[in-house]
């Protein structure tokens, strides 16, 4: 009875699938399992990734105990009396306890200062699972002594991989029925599944259970019954004329025609594609074509991305079609993009170059200060000349100001200091 996901989870690294930089042969995670030497560590990255899979492989592998708690549902007497148990076990049987947290960045800071001492003592090791950064949403006591492995999304080839192996497994998948699923149908699954290998399970589960058989008793899985059962309608345009799409929208947002980007994004919606996608390249877009022409643009979209969130669809449409319409319209510039590869070169070329006296965090009773004091520019109407760029790029210009938009009156500023600057040192 228990979902196919769960009877289909791996039991050793080498049915693991997916997270090749972190479980194949040579990696540190695969090494210290097999010579039972990991310590406390955390695992981060989206859900169906493997997070939980992948800490009962360690507990099996190295002949650990495994007691897995939840972050929501326990709090400080649950993991004491956890502790308590495990100290116990370590010290008659000489057997470790390995604790799964699941959801770890929920716990608050009681709650994990009561397991610090025993992560530090060795009665436990802590494996926590995430689908948060732990450097920003759990408490710096556990993470530092936490080795951090991220997990990332599987690939549809991977989430496919698994896909087979639950159809042709005769013990915890469907090897011993007269089942036929399309090669369209695992497409659509494995892309439907966004890198969540347990999503792909549960729609080739709901897929293979409401489908009746055929008269000869087959259960066939097309391309349709996988978009009912993905809950995402099967893409009605292949792979080439996808990406095909794709670039006639972004060309079009970049070329001003608001009428053709709101037909093709409609378009890829209508064909299955998850708005979020449109979202991430309006974002990119108001950025790199829009940039300083037009800086309310990227504030439009991100605002447009938040109230799709909160709304969903359809209403959420709405602001994405407002974020489009704006985009499009807006004056173009790509003097932002220009701006950050100029910079990333001289970075490239100057190397560890000094940063002038006047700007480091020194004061005059520092050893190296050479006499240079920082200037305070709203003691001089808002602007003082002095240097900021490191002697050898004195004089680089990264940001050009173009004509369009906003950006005159930008040049305009920039002008006006200059004059300024030059006042000065004459």
Not at 13 to 37: C, M, N, P, W, Y
Not at 41 to 54: E, Q, R
Not at 211 to 237: C, F, W
Not at 330 to 351: E, H, L
Request: charged share 25%; net charge neutral.
């Amino acid at each position: 009875m228990k979902p196919l996901a769960e009877r289909m989870r791996p039991r050793s690294l080498k049915d693991f699938i997916g997270q090749k930089h972190l479980v194949s042969e040579r990696s540190l995670l695969s090494r210290a399992i097999s010579t039972d030497k990991l310590g406390s560590c955390i695992f981060f990255g989206p859900p169906g990734t493997g997070k939980t899979t992948l800490a009962g492989i360690i507990a099996e592998t190295t002949k650990g105990e495994f007691a897995k708690m939840n972050a929501v549902s326990s709090g400080v007497a649950d993991a004491k009396k956890l502790i308590e148990e495990a100290r116990d076990r370590l010290r008659i049987y000489g057997k470790k306890t390995y604790l799964l947290l699941d959801e770890c960045h929920r716990w608050n800071k009681a709650q994990s200062d009561c397991v610090l001492s025993a992560i530090e003592d060795g009665s436990i090791i802590f494996i926590g699972s995430t689908t948060e950064n732990p450097y920003v949403s759990m408490t710096n006591a556990i993470v530092s002594r936490c080795r951090i492995f991220e997990m990332k999304p599987l690939t549809e080839g991977e989430i496919v991989e698994g896909l087979i192996r639950a159809i042709n497994d005769k013990i915890n998948g469907y090897g011993e029925m007269n089942l036929t699923v399309t090669e369209e149908a695992l497409k659509h699954f494995a892309w439907a599944s966004n890198g969540d290998m347990r999503s792909a399970y549960g729609s080739l589960e709901l897929a293979v259970l409401s489908t009746p058989p055929t008269s000869e008793g087959k259960i066939i899985i097309d391309g349709n019954v996988a978009g009912q059962s993905s809950q995402k309608k099967l893409l009605t345009v292949d792979e080439t004329l996808y990406y095909d799409i794709l670039s006639a929208f972004c060309k079009s947002l970049r070329g001003s025609d608001p009428d053709a980007a709101l037909y093709y994004a409609f378009r890829l919606i209508d064909s299955g594609c998850d708005p979020m996608l449109i979202f991430r390249r309006l974002m990119a877009h108001s950025a790199e074509d829009v940039g300083m022409a037009n800086t309310n643009a990227l504030n439009v979209c991100v605002s447009a991305c938040l109230a799709y969130e909160r709304m969903g669809a359809p209403e959420g449409l709405l602001p994405l079609s407002e974020a489009i319409i704006c985009v499009a319209t807006s004056p173009k510039s790509n003097s932002v993009v220009m701006a950050m590869d100029r910079a990333k070169d001289a970075v490239k070329r100057s190397g560890d170059s000094f940063v002038p006296y006047n700007l480091r965090n020194y004061n005059e009773h520092s050893p190296n200060w050479d006499g240079k004091t920082y200037v305070y520019p709203h003691d001089f109407g808002g602007y003082c000349d002095q240097q900021y760029l490191p002697d050898q790029l004195v004089g680089s210009k990264f940001y050009e100001p173009k004509s369009e938009g906003d950006e005159p009156n930008i040049k305009n500023f920039m002008e006006r200091i200059k004059q300024i600057s030059k006042r000065n040192n004459d």
